[in-house]
Antibody, heavy 122, light 110 residues
Framework: EVQLLESGGGLVQPGGSLRLSCAASGFTFTNYAMTWVRQAAGKGPEWVSGITGSGGGTYYADSVKGRFSISRDNSKNTLYLQMNSLRAEDTAVYYC???????????????WGQGTLVTVSS | QTVVTQEPSFSVSPGGTVTLTCGLSSGSVSTNHYPSWYQQTPGQAPRTLIYSTNTRSSGVPDRFSGSIVGKKAALTITGAQADDESDYYCVLYMGSGIYVFGTGTKVTVL
């Protein structure tokens, strides 16, 4: 059974940094692209970033480009999202999600974690 | 900036049929966008319903179906049940690793 467990959320001041982790199990991690999706309270989800199975390809939404960095450690079955220069509008639940194939262009997300809350506030 | 639009809300009677749509602010939705659909209830992660336009995800009841209707992707619920009351989001693949979520539709079954 696929399991995705996010961690690392919390309260951070504007301008600060935070690193989210997503521990994966139940599948061969290196064979699948992964993505981060966030959802602000009362709003719809927003795709944030994706990474290929090898880690060689990374992609970002315009809203986070230059501030966020996605990476993965396939030896640890863990996905990361480094978030810098955080803003109030980055406040959201952040979900990691698995793609059905090695490349981010597989077209959809087939498994989801339960999310971790990031709050950016002074 | 690409905007993916959905109806804000729909109401359907138990046993009834409802079709939600997913359109692009400019242009038509095609199979090349690999339209997918997700169901979400408050406090829960999204659940994958449909991918690649019309393929049901494992365990999804066959009352959910996907299609392209005109210039939009569509999700049809045939024989709606009370536990179908949820928010529904479409996602379109825009190429180059980029995805865009739709604005979402709240479905009420009453």
């Amino acid at each position: 059974e696929v399991q995705l467990l996010e961690s690392g959320g919390g309260l951070v001041q504007p301008g600060g940094s935070l690193r989210l982790s997503c521990a994966a199990s139940g599948f061969t991690f290196t064979n699948y692209a992964m993505t981060w999706v966030r959802q602000a309270a009362g709003k719809g989800p927003e795709w944030v970033s994706g990474i290929t199975g090898s880690g060689g390809g990374t992609y970002y939404a315009d809203s986070v480009k230059g501030r966020f960095s996605i990476s993965r450690d396939n030896s640890k079955n863990t996905l990361y999202l480094q978030m810098n220069s955080l803003r109030a509008e980055d406040t959201a639940v952040y979900y990691c999600a698995k793609a059905p194939g090695q490349f981010t262009g597989s077209g959809y997300f087939d498994s989801w974690g339960q999310g971790t809350l990031v709050t950016v506030s002074s | 900036q690409t905007v993916v639009t959905q109806e804000p809300s729909f109401s359907v009677s138990p046993g009834g049929t409802v079709t939600l749509t997913c359109g692009l602010s400019s242009g038509s939705v095609s199979t090349n966008h690999y339209p997918s659909w997700y169901q979400q209830t408050p406090g829960q992660a999204p659940r994958t319903l449909i991918y690649s336009t019309n393929t049901r995800s494992s365990g999804v009841p066959d009352r959910f179906s996907g299609s392209i209707v005109g210039k939009k992707a569509a999700l049809t619920i045939t024989g709606a049940q009370a536990d179908d009351e949820s928010d529904y989001y479409c996602v379109l693949y825009m190429g180059s690793g980029i995805y865009v979520f739709g604005t979402g539709t709240k479905v009420t079954v009453l």
